[in-house]
C-alpha cells in the first residue's frame, strides 16, 4: 500500500469523518462507535454504530475502496452490489439492506457503498 493510501486510511478512522454516513439516517444522527472488520484485501470495512434524532440505533456496513489504483475498479465494484442487494432486498432473501452507493466517491472521496449490518436496530 502506499504512503497516500495509508494517509486516507488514518484520516477516516474518527467519528467525525463518517458524518456523511450518519447523514443518510437523519439531518440530527450522529456516530457513535466504530470497528473495523477484517478480511478485506482490496477495500476497507467498517461497521458503524449511528443514534437518530430520536435516540434509536441504527449499524450500518461501509466498505470503501481506498487506493488510488482502486477508483476504476472500485466504481463498478460498486455498482455490482448495488444492483445485488437491490435484488436480494426485492426477493425477500435475508440479506442486508441497501443503504446508498457512491461510485464515484462523491460524498466519501473514494468508491464507497453502505449497507445495514442487519435488520434489528440496537439497544
Not at 440530527?28 to 449511528?50: F, K, N
Not at 482502486?70 to 435484488?87: F, M, N, T
Request: with cysteine; aromatic share 4%; hydrophobic share 45%.
Amino acid at each position: 500500500m502506499r504512503k497516500a493510501d495509508n494517509e486516507a486510511l488514518r484520516s477516516m478512522r474518527s467519528h467525525q469523518d463518517w458524518t456523511w454516513v450518519a447523514a443518510l439516517v437523519g439531518s440530527r444522527a450522529r456516530t457513535v462507535g466504530s470497528r473495523r472488520l477484517s478480511g478485506e484485501i482490496v477495500c476497507s470495512v467498517h461497521c458503524l454504530s449511528i443514534l437518530d434524532a430520536h435516540g434509536v440505533g441504527h449499524r450500518l456496513v461501509v466498505r470503501r475502496y481506498m487506493g488510488a489504483d482502486q477508483r476504476g475498479w472500485g466504481a463498478s465494484a460498486v455498482r455490482r452490489e448495488a444492483a445485488i442487494l437491490s435484488a436480494l432486498e426485492r426477493s425477500g432473501l435475508p440479506a442486508p439492506r441497501l443503504v446508498d452507493a457512491d461510485p464515484d466517491g462523491l460524498r466519501a472521496g473514494v468508491p464507497a457503498i453502505v449497507m445495514s449490518a442487519c435488520r434489528a436496530a440496537f439497544t
